[in-house]
């Protein structure tokens, strides 16, 4: 099995990312507590912020080569990064990287694709929601997107930052999130990009307006089938 590596940004999204690794091992591969190595590298939250706020993405790329040369140098074969908003910088990083990365949102596009969804909502960070990271591998995907109203683009950007990477997941904020998403509902969407690894530890699939789709998870999964060469079904 691969060694995967995990360039990591926010705690709590970066955490839920190795756990669905160590946990669905265990059934992808048929054997207790199996799963393939894997090791995590991550700057302080701080310092990425001050790069993401100022608009400095190669600043961002140099963070994240540096920890994928940390992690290639203690056996990691390729890196994954469960942090979307940071992705903006995802082809400066990866050009300069020692070993291959995944792509988050290239992940959902597949995943959605697979499952013949047509227009897509996006929820996540003001920087993820208004920057090219989905655009770009959506459109190329050739499936339709929109994101919510400008109101609520900064109640979720808000309740990012203020609650979700501090650990808060609360009814109040899942009540919110849920009124966004069945207004992307009414715009004609048929499932939503939980876009900002954070959410999917606030959104209950089996209480949203629409069908989600996880990206923490689904990144996890891709990065699970590429370490053990066996295809996910979930």
Same mark, same amino acid.
């Given at each position: 099995m691969e060694h995967i590596g995990i360039c990591a940004c926010s705690? +709590? %999204?970066?955490? *839920?990312?190795f756990r669905t690794i160590c946990v669905e091992g265990e059934e992808r591969l048929g =054997? @207790?507590?199996a799963h393939p190595e894997v090791s995590v590298h991550t700057h302080p939250f701080d310092v990425y912020m001050e790069r993401i706020e100022g608009g400095d993405w190669n600043g961002v790329a140099d963070l994240m080569v540096d920890s994928a040369e940390k992690l290639c140098s203690i056996g990691a074969r390729f890196c994954i990064c469960p942090d979307n908003t940071i992705h903006q910088a995802y082809d400066q990083a990866a050009a300069r990287s020692p070993i291959p990365w995944l792509h988050i949102a290239e992940e959902v596009a597949s995943k959605a694709k697979s499952l013949g969804y047509k227009r897509l909502g996006v929820l996540g960070t003001r920087f993820l929601m208004e %920057?090219?990271?989905? =655009?770009? =591998? *959506? +459109?190329?995907a050739h499936i339709?997107?929109? *994101?919510? @109203? +400008?109101?609520? =683009?900064v109640m979720v950007h808000q309740t990012i930052f203020e609650e979700l990477v501090m650990g808060r997941f609360t009814e109040e904020a899942r009540g919110r999130f849920n009124e966004v998403i069945g207004r992307l509902d009414k715009k004609g969407c048929d499932a939503v990009v939980l876009g900002c690894t954070e959410i999917p530890l606030l959104v209950d699939p089996s209480r949203s307006p629409l069908p989600v789709l996880d990206s923490t998870r689904i990144l996890a999964r891709a990065a699970l089938e590429r370490a053990t060469g066996q295809v996910t079904s979930q």
């Open positions: 705690a +709590e %999204g970066a955490a *839920l990312c =054997r @207790r507590y %920057g090219p990271v989905y =655009r770009s =591998r *959506l +459109e190329a339709d997107w929109t *994101l919510p @109203r +400008e109101e609520d =683009r």
